[in-house]
């Protein structure tokens, strides 16, 4: 038995196999690389394609970016169209102004020349009814400084033929209240004496100044011409005070 055994032992065919182990290692290094390559193939892949969106993204901001540009330009264009026209408008506005003033201006201007050719008209051509002399005009001014005024008189003659005019002009102020009536003349009110002296053909304009005193409140005013012919007679014409509380 054991004779057959042991023959049965040699008879079996022993084989050897030859192991690569630098193969197993490359495989597996192989694989370890793969592993690896994939999250920073991946990695790159994303930032590749994140890269493209940044690059689209910083296109369309360029693109914006010059459109913003542009519109700031066209914007500083129309404020400053705007601020032209504007200018304009003011320009227009203070011009329409000016030629208002310039038309108010002419139109008085005018009724002063047609109230002056109708006052010389009346000297040099009276009516039958109408001759002699008269006061044609009394105004009064204010000044800037308190109790002093400006007064013109104009005295004139309507005639046919228009002889010289002597006399003189005297002036009052009065103020009447109910417990005191007070009078001042030339004297009391001017630089000059108690008249001013007359003399013309055709008419005489007097201007000066009052001086009235603080204290005294005026209601009236009094214009008197006194002629130097015998045969003419004073003329008076008074007036109401035109500055009340003044």
Known sequence: MSRRHRHRIHAEKVY???????????????????????PVAAYYGTQWYLGEDQRELEN??????????????????LEQENANLLMASAMDEEAELQLREQLVDWRERNETLESEIQFYLSLMEPSSSESGV??????????????????????GQ???????????????????????????????????????????RFFQQLDG??????????????????????????IRQTYDWPFLGR
Not at 167 to 195: F, H, K, P
């Open 16 to 38: 050897v196999v030859r192991v690569n182990v630098w193969h197993r290692w490359y495989r597996r290094l192989a694989l370890l690389l793969f592993i690896v390559a994939l």
């Open 60 to 77: 369309q901001n360029q693109v914006l970016r010059d459109r913003l540009a542009e519109v700031r330009a066209e914007i500083l264009d």
């Open 134 to 155: 008269f006061i044609a005009n009394a105004e009064l001014q204010a000044t800037e400084e308190p109790s002093v005024y400006r007064y013109s008189v104009i005295i």
């Open 158 to 200: 309507k005639s046919l033929n228009h002889p010289r005019v002597a006399g003189s002009v005297e002036l009052q102020v009065i103020s009447e209240n109910e417990n005191q009536y007070a009078v001042l003349g030339l004297a009391d009110i001017t630089d000059g004496g108690a008249e001013l002296p007359l003399g013309f």
């Open 209 to 234: 100044t009052i001086y009235l005193p603080a204290e005294f409140v005026p209601n009236q005013w009094m214009v008197e011409v006194n002629l130097a012919s015998a045969s003419s007679s004073s």
